[in-house]
Each structure stands twice: as C-alpha cells, then as structure tokens.
C-alpha cells in the first residue's frame, strides 16, 4: 500500500527566506506526487505535480519540488517565502491510471515578519 | 470558470438530523470524491464515483452515503449525525481516460459542518 510522510508538523519561516517542505513516499512502482496547498477554511489548490521526465518540477507561485527516487522524497521549495504563503501543504502519491490518492498528514507553515 | 462549487459552505445540524451536502462541477470530469478532514488531518477519501459506478472506501461508516444524479452533480448524505462527524468534507473532481492527464484532483472550497 502506498503511504506519504511529512515529517515536520509546522514549519516557521522568517519573510524572505528559504522554504523547504519534506515529503516521503512509500510506493512499489513509479509514483505520480503532487503538493497541495491549503488556505484556512478553503479547500485544496494544486501547486505542482510529478509524472515523468525532469526530476525538478515547477509549480505556480514560485514553488518548485525536486524527486529523487533514490531517497523516495519530493520536497518542496521556493526561493523566498513572502506572508501570504501561510497555510498547509499536503503532499500526496498516485499511480498510473486510475487511483485515488494518498495524502499526507500535512505542514502548517508560518512566516514571520 | 470552470470549478468545483460545494454548497452550502457552512452547516450546522443537530446531533442525529440527516443532513445533505452538495457538490457541482462544470469541467465535465467523469469522477467525483468526497473527502472528510478533521482539524489538523489529512483529507480522508469516503467514497467516489466514477461516472456511475459508485466506490465506497472499506472503513467509510454505513452512516455516510452519497449520490450522483448525473455527471455535475454529486451529494453526500450523512443519514444521522454524530458529534464525530464534525468536519470539512471536500469535494474533489477529476477527468480519467487514456491520453488524459493522469488524476490530477480539482478541489471545491468544502463544507464545514458543525454537530450541536
């Protein structure tokens, strides 16, 4: 069965730094990964996903993951993290065809001034 | 645009009082989900239809059912409420087929419904 980790519950970054979310899988054949993103009292919005091809895949609001099969991972990571990056992220496994997903548990990221 | 609108965005019912959630979609994908998520949690999967054909997750409670009357719209029926059933329930939709996009979920913004 596949299973996601996030390792770190919440995250809190200064306004401007780095970000770097982690996320684990644990599945038997090629992964399809995505992160989400998820506001207070909103529902889900996709920021990037992986299917194939270049390992390091971009996303909208300046989010970039990276896959590494070797390590299983697919962090997320953007540059400079501004205020209104505030919220969850979800990172989640797939597979080929038609599956559901699996999620992972979450990161509250806060960013502070 | 084309979304995923879930309605009402808040509910509130009482302790056992069935209660219907709902969720339209105007992308035409011929899959729809409902998911809980409690506080802090990951989006749960109750069950899912794809286009007709209706599966439900091995530990979705009996109490939990749901509808699709046709490929916009589907429901979800909690047919007696308890304290725990207090949640987010998302709905998510997606467009499977050969040469399509693979699974990639659409989210609507989520009921959140309150149990008094």
Known sequence: AQSVTQPDIHITVSEGASLE???????????????YVQSPGQGLQLLLKYFSGDTLVQGIKGFEAEFKRSQSSFNLR??????????????????????????????MLLVSP | D???IQNPRYQVTQFGKPVTLSCSQTLNHNVMYWYQQKSSQAPKLLFHYYDKDFN?????????????PN????????????????????????????GLAKNIQYFGAGTRLSVL
């Open chain 1, 21 to 35: 979310l982690r996320c684990n899988y644990s599945y038997g054949a090629t992964p399809y990964l995505f992160w």
């Open chain 1, 78 to 107: 953007k540059p400079s993290v501004h205020w209104s990056d505030a919220a969850e992220y979800f990172c989640a496994v797939g597979a080929e065809g038609y599956s559901t997903l699996t999620f992972g548990k979450g990161t």
């Open chain 2, 56 to 68: 439900n997750e091995a530990d979705t409670p009996d109490n939990f059912q749901s509808r699709r």
């Open chain 2, 71 to 98: 490929t916009s719209f589907c429901f979800l029926d909690i047919r007696s409420p308890g304290l725990g059933d207090a949640a987010m329930y998302l709905c998510a939709t997606s467009r499977i087929g050969q």
């Open chain 2, 2 to 4: 084309a979304m995923v």
